[in-house]
């Protein structure tokens, strides 16, 4: 037998398990995440906090703490082009707390 194809059907195989532990992991999720972005700057925040975004079930709240001076203004943006709920912004020290709902 060719050995690349042992390793596929390997790969085959596992995948079912996979599948499980991912389901598990998306039944865990709590309906609040944080996401700390202190310390990147533009267009960081906003680019992370899409992918965040996409990977959160709908209705659930974001939490992303930002210390970019743009970066709440292209998140608002980001909301606002995408669907989603900017639900408000408050500012701590040096940092910027913005709380978002996935559409």
């Known amino acids: 037998m060719v050995p690349w194809i042992g390793f596929r059907i390997q790969a085959i195989e596992m995948r079912p398990s996979r599948v499980k532990r991912a389901q598990e992991r998306m039944d865990s999720t709590p309906a609040h995440e944080e996401l700390d972005l202190t310390g990147l700057k533009c267009p960081l925040p906003s680019l ?36 989603h709920e900017f639900i408000e912004q408050s500012n701590a020290d040096d940092a910027v707390r913005l709380m978002l709902r996935r559409k």
């Open 48 to 83: 992370m906090t899409a992918r965040a975004l996409r990977r959160l079930p709908s209705g659930t709240l974001l939490a992303v703490t930002v210390t970019d001076a743009l970066a709440p203004l292209d998140i608002r943006f980001l909301c606002e082009r995408e669907g």
